[in-house]
């Protein structure tokens, strides 16, 4: 089905699955172009409290009853099940169904300058990096991002100029329905294995959409990251590497003040581009500041709108965001929810003033705890205090193959006070006793974890 902005006003919209992060955005877009929006989700949240006050109509439950044959398309997650009943019911009334990838790339048509930022790890924090940039430089960008940002108040932005910018998500292939002129590759590693077969095929992914970019377009890619060789050999568009072992921007002269933000020159191969001060930890927050001064460079922004984009940006929400104090210990929450991204929240971690760091993970979904187990394992090295809270099975159905209890076995095999946890109450108050003046508590995990750093704080 094609989609028209300008004369397809009068059609009734509906997104299953309306409370997710991507699809609240897509959904708050079309409200804010005069839609008449509707969907559904299985439970209230904040997002759908939200959009209800915006104007969209939402029903909490997928029920046949809710699709009606006034409808006249329907937008889904590549998480929603064909079983679905709202599915089904669709398919029985004939109603046209569209991807939320699809659906989300039909509105990038609409844009000339559209960067689609893609990566296993490091998405929302780049997206909303450039988001930054672009808004310090009066660009005024149409920004879709996977978190809630409060320069923008919420994870979406609706503008009035040819820029769009966006995460790309690889899952199931969503990303290959995009039309970037600006894609960005920010790594490659093992994810979403219940969907590619390993990593050859998930780098394979990449290329292809490596391959949607125009030839006048641009490919930004790390080229520390030894899987870009292949996607950078597959392309016929413009290329701007960048890295901190090589590429054509690089950082040089890094130092950290005393809560592990980095400061550092800009080089365009031998020549400064700006100084940046970070306001966010971390050695991969350098990285993803290149990405996006790459980007940025690509559209034309000058250097000290860079840097104080760069300087302006204190985080996206659940991206080592400090929740606050008490007692002396200070609760931070991240939404990492792969080895690498655990390993890299941990190490920021390190340079931030501390005695103990403690942490309570919660793994998200069975297939990711099974097929990285042994990286997970080995992801919590250098923590003083770990609790694992049940695994968060979102899509998925237990398939008894994998637990939190195994994996803490696993884990305090190799030395860490690690225990398994069953409910958020009992963590709490495991805390309460445990917590010590100068620790660090970090709840980690893309699910409900964050919940357990607020229970703490309140007691």
Request: aromatic share 10%; hydrophobic share 35%; charged share 25%.
């Amino acid at each position: 089905m094609s989609f028209d902005f300008i004369k397809d006003k009068d059609k009734k919209i509906y997104f299953i699955g309306i409370g997710g992060i991507s699809m609240s955005g897509l959904a708050e877009i079309l409200i804010k172009k005069g839609f008449a929006v509707y969907g559904s989700d299985i439970k209230t949240s904040p997002i759908t409290d939200k959009l209800k006050s915006l104007g969209a109509k939402i029903n909490i439950g997928q029920f046949k009853e809710n699709i009606t044959s006034d409808i006249n398309l329907i937008v889904y997650t590549a998480a929603i099940s064909k079983e679905n009943p709202e599915i089904i019911r669709a398919k029985e009334l004939n109603i046209p169904l569209m991807t939320r990838g699809s659906f989300l790339g039909h509105i990038m048509k609409g844009h000339k300058y559209n960067v689609a930022i893609a990566g296993t790890h490091g998405k929302t924090t780049t997206t909303s990096m450039l988001s930054s940039i672009s808004l310090n430089a009066n660009l005024d960008p149409t920004i879709l991002v996977g978190g809630e940002l409060d320069s923008i108040g919420g994870n979406v932005r609706v503008g009035h100029s040819e820029y769009f910018i966006t995460e790309a998500c690889e899952y199931k292939g969503s990303f290959l329905e995009f039309y970037p002129y600006v894609g960005v590759i920010l790594n490659i590693d093992a994810d979403h294995l219940d969907y590619y077969k390993d990593i050859y095929d998930i780098q394979n992914a990449f290329i292809k959409f490596a391959k949607l970019i125009p030839k006048d377009g641009y490919l930004v890619c790390c080229s520390d990251d030894e899987k870009m060789e292949k996607v950078m050999k597959s392309v016929d568009c413009n290329i701007l590497t960048y890295g901190l072992k090589s590429g054509e921007i690089t950082a040089k002269n890094i130092s950290y003040d005393t809560n592990g933000c980095a400061s550092f020159d800009v080089y365009r191969k031998n020549t400064l581009v700006t100084s940046v001060k970070l306001n966010v930890p971390g050695k991969h927050n350098i990285l993803n500041s290149l990405a996006s001064t790459a980007s940025a460079l690509i559209l034309n922004i000058p250097s000290e709108k860079i840097s104080e984009g760069l300087c302006n940006f204190k985080g996206a929400h659940r991206r080592f965001e400090i929740k606050g104090k008490k007692n002396g210990v200070t609760v931070i929450d991240d939404y990492a929810h792969h080895p690498t991204e655990i390993k890299a929240t941990l190490s920021a971690a390190n340079n931030y003033p501390h005695k103990r760091i403690c942490c309570v993970f919660q793994p998200h979904t069975f297939s990711r705890t099974l097929s990285l187990y042994d990286d997970f394992v080995k992801a919590f090295d250098n923590v003083d205090e770990l609790i694992l809270a049940d695994i968060y099975a979102a899509r998925e159905k237990d398939t008894h193959k994998v637990s939190s209890a195994m994996l803490a076995e696993s884990i305090s095999k190799r030395g860490i006070n690690c225990k398994n946890i069953n409910n958020f109450k009992d963590i709490v108050s495991y805390l309460n006793d445990t917590l010590k003046d100068g620790d660090i508590f970090f709840t980690i995990g893309a699910g409900d974890v964050f919940k357990v750093g607020e229970m703490y704080l309140e007691k």
